[in-house]
């Protein structure tokens, strides 16, 4: 029953999104939250598709859309989604700047959920909750592939809110965040995370806590869920993962780095064991039969709270597929993550 009295400007940055930037935009302009206080600022990263005529389409004088390519950048620039973030807010004109992902739908209780957490608590930098939505069109291997990613996801979410409550380390997802504009100034902005392509939400974490201790938070809230869709295939999954792994060279929080080392570490010595046992070791049965029950019990109960949570308890039935498939995935994208290119919105990026 509040009444909320922050202004808020919501940053889209988009490029070749026309599939999905209609939805996103309509969800953002059906918000409960009161429309005199909120803008939205549609940000074109040089798109070839109809992404821009789609936007153009929303006449509605709290839509304002700018073209990255108006600007002059630098001709060795590879972080554009920043770029373009940070072109965004010069030309916001409100104190709290919400960022969202042009593949996103808002629930519609979203601004107002997390503007009052905001108001509460005086929080400098908040994230929030971001669920997978398969699309009802995808069916065969690819639908069981979203499944899985789906419950790794929630996974990765249950992990985020608890590093954050915590403060054991910090996380958070592009897709629901929400920071001061004043803070933003203070701490830089982008400058000097700017040298990798992603990064634009935990590498600002990362200057937020150092600048603000103990004013980063983690919202976790139903009504402030933002939903976002899987990658298409076992290629985007590859590639989605990849860059998100590759702003870990220029992790600050020494705890991140350590726990997802242990992580990796403890997949490689389970991986090593496996080898060890199949070349005549059998007394290394014992020890794989152990981590593996562990691991499993461990992580059905902590997947059992996170869906229950998204309310996508049904994916559940997968458990056992998925814990096979992120086995490798970690193995595979923690070692590929660090050095090798990837492909995003056709543009090759390291």
């Not at 499944?147 to 954050?164: K, P, R």
């Not at 004013?215 to 295939?233: D, G, H, Q, R």
């Not at 056992?320 to 919105?345: H, M, S």
């Amino acid at each position: 029953n509040s009444k909320p009295s922050t202004t808020v400007s919501v940053l889209i940055p988009a490029r070749n999104e026309a599939q999905n930037i209609g939805a996103c935009i309509e969800s953002i302009l059906n918000q409960d939250y009161p429309k005199e206080l909120y803008e939205i600022i549609v940000i074109n990263d040089h798109s070839t598709d109809e992404t821009v005529h789609i936007v153009e389409n929303f006449v509605d004088k709290q839509l304002c859309l700018i073209h990255l390519a108006n600007y002059e950048l630098p001709p060795d620039l590879v972080a554009f989604k920043k770029m373009g973030l940070t072109k965004g807010i010069e030309q916001s004109k409100n104190q709290l700047i919400f960022t969202t992902d042009a593949d996103c739908v808002l629930s519609s209780t979203c601004l107002s959920t997390i503007v009052d957490y905001y108001e509460q608590n005086d929080y400098k930098f908040i994230t929030g909750p971001v669920l997978f939505k398969i699309k009802d069109s995808v069916k065969g291997l690819n639908r069981l592939l979203q499944q899985i990613w789906t419950l790794d996801f929630a996974g990765m979410m249950g992990v985020t809110a608890a590093s954050n409550h915590w403060k054991m380390s910090l996380m958070s997802n592009g897709a629901n965040l929400a920071y001061e504009r004043a803070a933003f100034d203070r701490v830089g902005g982008f400058d000097g995370i700017d040298q990798v392509a992603s990064g634009d939400d935990l590498l600002l974490m990362e200057k937020f806590e150092r600048a603000f201790p103990g004013k980063t938070a983690f919202l976790k809230s139903k009504t402030a869920i933002v939903e976002t869709v899987p990658p298409e295939n076992l290629s985007a999954f590859i590639q989605q993962r990849i860059r998100w792994t590759s702003k870990s060279r220029v992790y600050k929080d020494w705890k991140i780095i350590f726990f997802l080392s242990i992580v990796w570490l403890f997949h490689c010595g389970l991986m090593w064991i496996s080898m060890l046992y199949l070349l005549s070791y059998p007394h290394f049965g014992v020890w794989i039969c152990g981590q593996l029950v562990c691991k499993l019990i461990v992580d059905a109960l902590f997947l059992g709270v996170c869906t229950h949570f998204f309310g996508i308890s049904r994916l559940m039935w997968i458990f056992l597929p998925a814990e096979i498939f992120q086995f490798f995935y970690i193995l595979i994208i923690g070692f590929l993550g660090n050095f090798k290119k990837y492909n995003w919105k056709g543009r090759v990026v390291r």
